[in-house]
């Protein structure tokens, strides 16, 4: 199987492959990522199977681009940037998706904190009501809507990791599924084995997955997160988000203090929102401690009814502010919030991962042109949580760390 990266050009906001982009279509098409010609199904060979092995997982020289643009004019991208960007095009042609996404109109808001706004009216108007949720911890119901009730064509490919070692055991089955009322352009679903039906609680297989799919990626802007239920996950049917953003984020460099004393919990303190903060420089145990800690906090949160949000991306190592150019590692930045179910229809946009992560997909045109940082910043601060229950949360994470030291 091929796994040599092919230089294509990657466009911003919302916009499509083009340029030498035939030669990944030609080269996915090989690899069977594209669905037959005349064909909305996969067949009776079901949906191919992207496997991956440990060195493609790109650690360091991943960075954006010295001159500030919306789009990166030549970026090489990785099998895995190629195989998700081409079948995801390609389903946009042929009309799997709600809408058709066009370019995005994208404005950074004037201000301290780097906001960087879009207007996308049709996924106001046109993405799935959210579903009937009443706790954090409800459980999955087969007779709402769930990933076992999607077209087969939605499915891109399965994602499997090759076992490291001989006789090892392999990874969870992983489905990567469009996402049909997308946010931007490769916005994609991964979704955990459909057919079991776990609800929306984070479990380490699939955040193990999200980790590395950013770490596939040889794009800085390719970024993965979760809403819990009651932050705003419309499906109570375990998946995390992915989607690619050209466009730096506040959270990839903003400063943190530590914690605990083993110094792996950090709290961001800066604007959009305060978080709590995991870093890992790469794969291996590192990586694998950083998926228990992080399940361990939203296990905490879950029983205990708080919701909460995550955010994937490469950043710098935690400490003090950091250039956005400084993509190290990757960060995975965990917020507790009040727990808001269903839409609010009256506002420039809902509060989940990634508006607190510093994007903010706006709902209207009038929205979108007299949004500013500062109501922005209240919309968002008005979804934490109040500020004994705060402090309350962070001491009992780092609790949950301590209990991990020798």
């Not at 030498?20 to 080269?27: C, F, K, R």
């Not at 980790?211 to 979760?226: D, K």
């Given at each position: 199987?091929?796994?040599?990266?092919?230089?294509?050009?990657?466009?911003?906001?919302?916009?499509?492959?083009?340029?030498?982009?035939?030669?990944?279509?030609?080269?996915?098409?090989?690899?069977?990522?594209?669905?037959?010609?005349?064909?909305?199904?996969?067949?009776?060979?079901?949906?191919?199977?992207?496997?991956?092995?440990?060195?493609?997982?790109?650690?360091?020289?991943?960075?954006?681009?010295?001159?500030?643009?919306?789009?990166?004019?030549?970026?090489?991208?990785?099998?895995?940037?190629?195989?998700?960007?081409?079948?995801?095009?390609?389903?946009?042609?042929?009309?799997?998706?709600?809408?058709?996404?066009?370019?995005?109109?994208?404005?950074?808001?004037?201000?301290?904190?780097?906001?960087?706004?879009?207007?996308?009216?049709?996924?106001?108007?046109?993405?799935?009501?959210?579903?009937?949720?009443?706790?954090?911890?409800?459980?999955?119901?087969?007779?709402?809507?769930?990933?076992?009730?999607?077209?087969?064509?939605?499915?891109?490919?399965?994602?499997?990791?090759?076992?490291?070692?001989?006789?090892?055991?392999?990874?969870?089955?992983?489905?990567?599924?469009?996402?049909?009322?997308?946010?931007?352009?490769?916005?994609?679903?991964?979704?955990?084995?459909?057919?079991?039906?776990?609800?929306?609680?984070?479990?380490?297989?699939?955040?193990?997955?999200?980790?590395?799919?950013?770490?596939?990626?040889?794009?800085?802007?390719?970024?993965?997160?979760?809403?819990?239920?009651?932050?705003?996950?419309?499906?109570?049917?375990?998946?995390?988000?992915?989607?690619?953003?050209?466009?730096?984020?506040?959270?990839?460099?903003?400063?943190?203090?530590?914690?605990?004393?083993?110094?792996?919990?950090?709290?961001?303190?800066?604007?959009?929102?305060?978080?709590?903060?995991?870093?890992v420089s790469g794969p291996g145990p590192d990586l694998e401690a950083v998926i228990r800690r992080v399940c361990r906090a939203t296990d905490y949160l879950a029983d205990q009814e708080i919701a909460h949000n995550l955010f994937v991306t490469r950043g710098a190592p935690p400490g003090?502010?950091?250039?956005?150019?400084?993509?190290?590692?990757?960060?995975?930045?965990?917020?507790?919030?009040?727990?808001?179910?269903?839409?609010?229809?009256?506002?420039?946009?809902?509060?989940?991962?990634?508006?607190?992560?510093?994007?903010?997909?706006?709902?209207?045109?009038?929205?979108?042109?007299?949004?500013?940082?500062?109501?922005?910043?209240?919309?968002?601060?008005?979804?934490?949580?109040?500020?004994?229950?705060?402090?309350?949360?962070?001491?009992?994470?780092?609790?949950?760390?301590?209990?991990?030291?020798?």
């Amino acid at each position: 199987m091929q796994r040599m990266n092919e230089p294509v050009l990657l466009l911003g906001a919302g916009t499509k492959l083009q340029g030498s982009s035939m030669a990944v279509l030609s080269d996915t098409h090989r690899t069977s990522y594209l669905l037959p010609p005349d064909c909305e199904d996969w067949g009776e060979q079901g949906a191919p199977a992207f496997v991956y092995g440990q060195e493609e997982l790109v650690v360091g020289g991943v960075q954006w681009p010295s001159r500030p643009s919306s789009i990166l004019d030549s970026w090489t991208l990785s099998r895995f940037d190629s195989a998700l960007c081409s079948a995801w095009q390609q389903r946009m042609e042929l009309g799997f998706f709600r809408y058709l996404l066009g370019e995005l109109q994208t404005q950074v808001l004037p201000g301290a904190v780097g906001f960087v706004a879009q207007l996308n009216v049709e996924r106001g108007m046109q993405r799935r009501c959210p579903q009937n949720i009443k706790s954090v911890r409800q459980a999955f119901d087969p007779e709402q809507f769930n990933f076992n009730k999607i077209r087969p064509g939605e499915v891109l490919f399965h994602l499997h990791r090759e076992p490291d070692l001989p006789g090892a055991l392999p990874q969870e089955d992983i489905l990567v599924v469009i996402n049909v009322s997308p946010l931007e352009w490769g916005h994609v679903l991964f979704v955990p084995v459909p057919a079991q039906g776990l609800p929306q609680r984070l479990l380490p297989g699939v955040l193990r997955a999200g980790l590395e799919a950013v770490l596939l990626s040889s794009h800085p802007g390719f970024r993965v997160g979760f809403n819990s239920l009651g932050g705003l996950a419309s499906v109570n049917h375990l998946h995390l988000h992915g989607y690619y953003l050209a466009h730096r984020l506040p959270v990839e460099g903003a400063p943190s203090q530590p914690l605990d004393p083993g110094g792996h919990l950090h709290l961001l303190q800066t604007l959009p929102a305060p978080g709590f903060l995991f870093y890992v420089s790469g794969p291996g145990p590192d990586l694998e401690a950083v998926i228990r800690r992080v399940c361990r906090a939203t296990d905490y949160l879950a029983d205990q009814e708080i919701a909460h949000n995550l955010f994937v991306t490469r950043g710098a190592p935690p400490g003090r502010a950091s250039p956005c150019s400084a993509l190290a590692g990757v960060r995975v930045i965990l917020w507790a919030r009040k727990s808001s179910f269903g839409i609010k229809e009256g506002e420039a946009f809902n509060v989940a991962l990634c508006e607190l992560a510093g994007h903010l997909p706006v709902k209207t045109a009038q929205d979108f042109s007299s949004l500013t940082e500062a109501t922005a910043v209240a919309l968002i601060q008005d979804c934490l949580l109040p500020p004994a229950q705060a402090t309350a949360v962070q001491t009992a994470l780092v609790a949950l760390m301590a209990q991990e030291e020798p």
